[in-house]
């Protein structure tokens, strides 16, 4: 457990003095609100895909990481996949529109950005965290001007259950906070609609995927979710961050400038768990100055790209790699390796050294054709304790930016 009236972030991001205001009054009201009783680990994460692509999705999944696929179900808008890990790790649910006409809020948010739009319905949606009362908790946060979706405001019925709630999208970051008072070991629970059997080619797809990562050699070194990164605009890193502590039991771990990519990496963790992927930490990526007042000094700003040509949105998440060789080689050296052979492209080398001292390696893949995410596969060497060193964040953020260019005169370059 930590002590939040005396934790000092690590860290050489100065915060404003707003900020270092308001951080502890939030953490004072979770207290009193009752917010941290209320609400514990991370249940799930939420992705949507395209009409037509979740199979192709789920095998990516089970080529590149730990998850598998255990419920399917039928709403009236959409088809959701219930994948799992180890059992003490978060779920990943996976939306499908049953058509390719299916459009709501998050279809329009896509269709603002330049990049986005080519897959208009495939994006992140936001976590699920557990609680003892789904009402209790709308009942804490709504008198905090935190916005609860309601039976009408969306098409997608997932998003307003008797034992599963949402949050509006949020302002600063575009993505929801869901809440679950039910286990989701299935989906029955959660009387999502009927249970439906995938076909015979498509589990074949499946089991060929995951057959595939076992004859690699990989299925035992990839493990649960490390954390995931969303990028945001340079003036509301701070509002983002206060925004997410007011909903979620999370600590403000520290905050770090990349200066090589003119941007802050800023990390949130779970002070609750003795393991991480039990409840991934929750990165915020920002640049350190907007664009409009970059253009004076010209400093790099993938970060600020990247929002100008996909919006504000999750970029990566990260998949633990177990510390330890395969022969004379890195275990996350090995895994990239042998998903490189198996069709898996990668933005770069990996980064990072592991010698006698603490450390760790990290690289990521090419964004996935499905969801637009970024997978990041990190090694921590010897018990290292933090998410990033500067040199391997500055190496990764080029790495994507150069990836992520939209070429259109001399805007979104």
């Known amino acids: 457990m930590i ?28 207290t009193t609100c009752g917010l941290d009783q209320l ?8 992705i949507q895909v395209e009409h037509g692509d979740a199979i192709a999705y789920l095998a990516e999944l089970a080529v ?29 649910i996976v939306l499908e529109p049953l058509t390719a006409s299916y459009e709501d809020d998050l279809t329009r948010w896509n269709n603002l950005y330049p990049l986005s739009a080519r897959k208009p319905n495939a994006r992140y949606i936001g976590e699920i965290y557990k609680t003892s009362s789904v009402a209790d908790v709308r009942q804490a946060l709504e008198p905090q001007n935190i916005r609860f ?21 949020s302002d600063f970051t575009y993505n929801r906070v869901g809440y679950v008072d039910v286990a989701l070991d299935d989906l029955s629970e959660l009387h999502l609609g009927e249970r439906i059997s995938l076909s015979s080619a498509e589990q074949a797809t499946l089991d060929a995927a995951a057959a595939l990562q076992a004859e690699h050699g990989i299925a035992g070194l990839v493990l649960g979710l ?5 990028r945001i605009l340079a003036g509301e890193r701070e509002d983002a961050i206060l925004e997410y502590l007011t909903m979620v039991p999370y600590y403000f771990w520290g905050a770090y400038n990349i200066a090589d990519m003119n941007s802050s990496t800023n990390v949130t963790r779970n002070p609750n768990v003795d ?27 993938p970060t600020e790209d990247f929002v100008r040509n996909f919006g504000r949105r999750m970029h990566h998440m990260a998949v633990a790699v177990i510390d330890g060789h395969i022969a004379e080689e890195k275990n996350v050296d090995y895994v990239v390796r042998q998903l490189s052979e198996m069709g898996t492209p990668f933005l770069a080398h990996v980064v990072g050294e592991c010698k006698d001292e603490p450390n760790l390696k990290q690289i990521f893949s090419k964004s996935s054709p499905y969801s637009g995410l970024i997978t990041e596969y990190v090694e921590r060497c010897h018990g290292y304790e933090g998410f990033f060193t500067k040199g391997n964040v500055a190496a990764l953020t080029e790495a994507a930016g150069a990836d992520e ?7 979104f370059d």
């Open 226 to 230: 490390d954390h995931m990164a969303t």
């Open 64 to 92: 590149m990481g730990p998850y598998r696929l255990t419920d399917v179900r039928l709403t009236e808008t959409h088809k959701v996949f219930l994948l799992t890990s180890q059992p003490e790790f978060p779920r990943l």
């Open 405 to 411: 260019r939209y070429e259109h005169g001399h805007v």
């Open 275 to 301: 393991d991480d992927k039990k409840s991934p930490a929750r990165v915020f990526t920002a640049n350190n100055t907007p664009s409009f007042v970059n253009s004076f000094d010209n400093l790099p700003m």
């Open 149 to 169: 979706l309601y039976d009408g405001d969306s098409l997608n019925s997932l998003y307003v259950r008797e034992h599963l709630t949402f949050t509006f999208l």
């Open 39 to 46: 609400v514990g680990d991370m249940a799930a994460v939420l």
């Open 3 to 30: 002590d939040l009236s005396s934790y000092r972030a690590l860290g050489d991001k100065k915060n404003s003095d707003f900020f270092e205001e308001y951080l502890p009054k939030v953490y004072e009201r979770r």
